[in-house]
Nanobody, 126 residues
Framework: QVQLVESGGGSVQAGGSQRLSCAAS????????MGWFREAPGKPREGVAV???????RYADSVKGRFIISKDNAKNSLYLQMNSLKPEDTAMYYC????????????????????WGKGTLVTISS
C-alpha cells in the first residue's frame, strides 16, 4: 500500500505561480510511477503530468510549458510547479501513484493509477 498526502493548494490570481507537494509513505519502490491529476467543477478527472522512475515526464497539452513535475526520491516526495496560472486551472488536484505497466501512458486514463491522495484545492481568480 502507498499513502499519499497533498499540500500547497490555495487561492492564486491569474498569472501567478503555485507549488504543490505530495508526501508518499508505505511501500515505496524505485520503480514507482507518480503523477498529478485534477478534477474541475462539472468536469471529468484528467491527467495533468506524470513522471516515471527514470525521470521521464509527460504533460497534458493544456499545461505543457507552464507546469513542471518533479520528484525527490530521498524524501519520497512529488512536486508540481505551476506557473502562468489560468482560471481554467481551478480544480482539485490529486497526487497518484502506481506500479507496473507503462507509466507515461497512465496520463491518458483519468483513473489509471492505483493509489490516490485526497486532493488539494487550487483556485485561480481572474
Amino acid at each position: 500500500q502507498v499513502q499519499l498526502v497533498e499540500s500547497g493548494g490555495g487561492s492564486v490570481q491569474a498569472g501567478g505561480s503555485q507549488r504543490l507537494s505530495c508526501a508518499a509513505s508505505g511501500y515505496i519502490h524505485s520503480s514507482i510511477c507518480m503523477g498529478w491529476f485534477r478534477e474541475a467543477p462539472g468536469k471529468p478527472r484528467e491527467g495533468v503530468a506524470v513522471i516515471a522512475s527514470d525521470g521521464n515526464t509527460r504533460y497534458a497539452d493544456s499545461v505543457k510549458g507552464r507546469f513542471i513535475i518533479s520528484k525527490d526520491n530521498a524524501k519520497n516526495s512529488l512536486y508540481l510547479q505551476m506557473n502562468s496560472l489560468k482560471p481554467e486551472d481551478t480544480a482539485m488536484y490529486y497526487c497518484a501513484a502506481a506500479y507496473g505497466g507503462t507509466c507515461l501512458s497512465r496520463l491518458s486514463y483519468a483513473y489509471g493509477m492505483d493509489y490516490w491522495g485526497k486532493g488539494t484545492l487550487v483556485t485561480i481568480s481572474s
